[in-house]
């Protein structure tokens, strides 16, 4: 016979206790009908009566219910007054319709009521009695036993009942449970433990706060313990077997922000933030435990967000017709979406592309009903249906987001960058001043800055064009339009950037692929960028380049390592990082200014105004028409010649064109004069 050990019993308990759980999934019980809980609260207070009925015989004191000449089951009829008046008021102050499981304060407090409201009542029928036939109907002692006890059962109850399932409900998922401490102790770190608490199934277990002031220490916040920040953070939450932290104190800097997460990201601590109560609309139907998210590396920028002059932009929005081209890719439908918000008269959306047009289209429509709103099915290329478009709508304000703006592929096709960056751009800007459009903004980027390919060079070219054209005709009565730049590095999460890039090689495995170990950008979000937009457009007098503080420059791979580890594994370990080389026309860093370029302020510390050199309108013009006609031909090496000539400082940088730049190499274009306007 064989001898059963102690893991063996272990492992068969074990096997009892899930396959009872498959019997029996308390997570499945519905919720009990109203009448039965009614049901269950009368047979509480009739037991409640029969002890109380018990304990007043047995200390001698004399009832006057004991010489009743009938009873059921011990209760006299007197007793059933005691439990018809109980009902009556359980009814009036529906003790019933509350979820037993889910009890609160509030159903104490109901409960309370109810009985008290029956004893005064009970008390006064009781007085009354006396008074007409000189001896009272019920023993004052035995109400007021009756109502301690029946209050304290009822209470008792639903406390038991609450209490069994949130322990089973806990151990049902106790496996799954992250053990996290909340960093912050104030009304907000307090009204997101109370949501933990409460969810089911349960997926964090709390088992303390961090105070970084260290005035509560000693203290408790829910029946848990106040740590006071004194030691490193990873070295608190090891202690006391914290795996995760949440941030839910309103008062935390940005700079706090990525310190706590870079140190907790070090020693493979999970970080969660918390949404601020305050900040949120419906209060009342939100989950706040499900609103509980892993940081992002959005929320990790090494800046302080830019605060921007609402009034101004809501002065240059409000009840005016505002066309957007490009309105479906990721920086134009944000600005569409923000636009919305100012209610416009009119918000017309321009793009090429069919079906994330539909997707803005339904997205608009849904949150903003309201809104006099138009989506609209046409090619920036197409100077034609622009003019029609115009000529419908009369937009007072143009935000020109449309272009390409991958460097590798507009590298490989020039022509194409031409068509719809430069020749696009002088479309939809030529169209604006002929049907006296009040402001232009140009979406520009850093890559137009000493660009070291064609995407960049084309970009630089339509703001060569814009500017030209804005100090051409400033002094035109005939004309109103007003153009305005605005430049900015990389966006994150917009459409073939690198997050969203790290964020899919890492659901895939892995590799995330960097070009080069010492390559750095600068990054803003896209709201961020899409606010700087209209910032820009409600500022901007015509002629400025806006561009934007973003902080320190980011290095790629700490950026990948960063995004490794907030997703919760090893960098090199996990998911591995491979170099691969840089593409074509890419450059170690970006630049938000030339040699030749200085800067001003403006009343927002954010954002600055870029001084660049002026060029001549007609000869810019007459360039950029041949340049057109030149991309026509498709003949990659003339398009990029001629990109040269305009853009004296264009170099192009791990591409072929890099031979077009080598010293008295004759470029056969018809190169700018040295004039120019300043």
Not at 74 to 86: E, Q, S, V
Not at 173 to 202: C, F, H
Not at 400 to 427: R, W
Not at 513 to 537: K, N, S, W
Request: charged content about 25%; glycine content about 4%; some cysteine.
């Amino acid at each position: 016979m064989k001898v059963l050990n102690p893991k063996s019993i272990k492992e068969a308990l074990k096997q009892v206790l899930k396959s009872s759980k498959k019997r029996i999934d308390f997570k499945n019980i519905g919720y009990l009908p109203r009448w039965l809980i009614l049901c269950f609260d009368m047979f509480i207070c009739c037991v409640s009566l029969l002890l109380t009925s018990a304990i007043v015989n047995n200390i001698n004191i004399s009832d006057l219910d004991a010489h009743a000449s009938s009873s059921f089951l011990g209760l006299t009829p007197r007793d059933a007054l005691i439990l018809i008046t109980n009902l009556l008021f359980f009814i009036f102050f529906r003790t019933y319709a509350g979820l037993i499981r889910h009890s609160t304060f509030i159903d104490a407090i109901k409960f309370f009521l109810a009985s008290l409201a029956t004893l005064i009542t009970l008390l006064v029928v009781n007085y009354s009695h006396l008074i007409i036939n000189d001896e009272p109907l019920f023993l004052t002692p035995k109400l007021f036993i009756y109502f301690v006890m029946s209050f304290s059962f009822l209470l008792l109850f639903r406390v038991l009942v609450k209490q069994v399932f949130e322990a089973y409900f806990d151990y049902a998922t106790k496996e799954d449970q992250v053990t996290v401490m909340i960093y912050g102790i104030d009304s907000n770190a307090i009204a997101i433990s109370n949501a933990l608490k409460v969810e089911r199934p349960m997926r964090y277990k709390l088992i303390g706060f961090i105070d970084k002031k260290g005035k509560n220490q000693s203290k408790e916040i829910l029946g848990l313990p106040i740590i006071h920040l004194k030691r490193k953070l990873s070295v608190i939450l090891r202690a006391y077997g914290a795996n995760a932290i949440i941030l839910a104190d309103k008062s935390i800097t940005q700079e706090e922000r990525i310190k706590i997460v870079d140190e907790c990201l070090e020693h493979n601590i999970k970080v969660f933030r918390a949404p601020i109560v305050s900040d949120m609309e419906d209060k009342e139907n939100v989950n706040l435990a499900q609103q509980i998210q892993n940081v992002q590396i959005e929320d990790l920028l090494e800046r302080e967000p830019i605060v921007l002059n609402n009034k101004l932009i809501a002065k240059e929005l409000y009840n005016r017709r505002i066309l957007v081209t490009g309105g479906a890719g990721s920086i134009g439908s944000e600005i569409a979406r923000q636009v919305a918000n100012y209610n416009p008269e009119k918000l017309i959306i321009v793009d090429q592309a069919e079906t994330p047009l539909y997707q803005i289209q339904m997205e608009i429509k849904s949150n903003f009903p309201e809104l006099n709103f138009e989506a609209v099915i046409a090619d920036v290329r197409d100077k034609e249906k622009l003019e029609n478009i115009f000529e419908l709508y009369k937009p007072q304000v143009v935000y020109h987001a449309a272009a390409y703006k991958h460097v590798p592929l507009m590298e490989d096709n020039p022509s194409q960058a031409i068509f719809v960056n430069v020749m696009g751009t002088k479309n939809v800007a030529d169209t604006a001043l002929k049907y006296q459009t009040d402001k232009f903004v140009l979406v520009s980027t850093d890559k137009a800055v000493n660009p070291s390919n064609v995407m960049g060079a084309s970009k630089r070219i339509a703001e060569i064009y814009v500017q030209t054209l804005q100090e051409a005709f400033k002094n035109d009565n005939r004309y109103v339009t007003n153009y305005v730049t605005t430049r900015f590095g990389n966006v994150l999460g917009s459409n073939g950037s690198v997050v969203p890039l790290f964020k899919r090689q890492i659901a895939e495995g892995g590799p995330l692929t960097i070009t080069h170990p010492d390559i750095i950008r600068y990054f803003m979000t896209i709201p961020e960028a899409c606010q700087l937009v209209l910032e820009a457009g409600a500022m901007g007098n015509g002629g400025e380049i806006y561009i934007f503080d973003m902080g320190e420059a980011v290095k790629i791979i700490d950026l990948a390592k960063k995004i490794i580890k907030l997703a919760g594994f090893v960098p090199n370990k996990d998911i591995d990082i491979k170099i691969i080389g840089l593409r074509p026309g890419e450059k170690l860093y970006e630049e938000l200014l030339n040699d030749k370029s200085t800067t001003l302020p403006t009343y927002n510390e954010k954002i600055m105004i870029a001084r660049a050199e002026m060029y001549d309108y007609k000869e810019i013009n007459d360039n950029v028409g041949e340049l057109i006609n030149s991309a026509s031909l498709f003949d990659k090496v003339e398009v990029v010649k001629r990109m040269k000539a305009i853009v004296p400082e264009y170099k192009s940088m791990n591409s072929s064109y890099e031979k077009l730049d080598k010293k008295g190499k004759d470029t056969k274009v018809k190169k700018l004069s040295d004039k120019k306007v300043s």
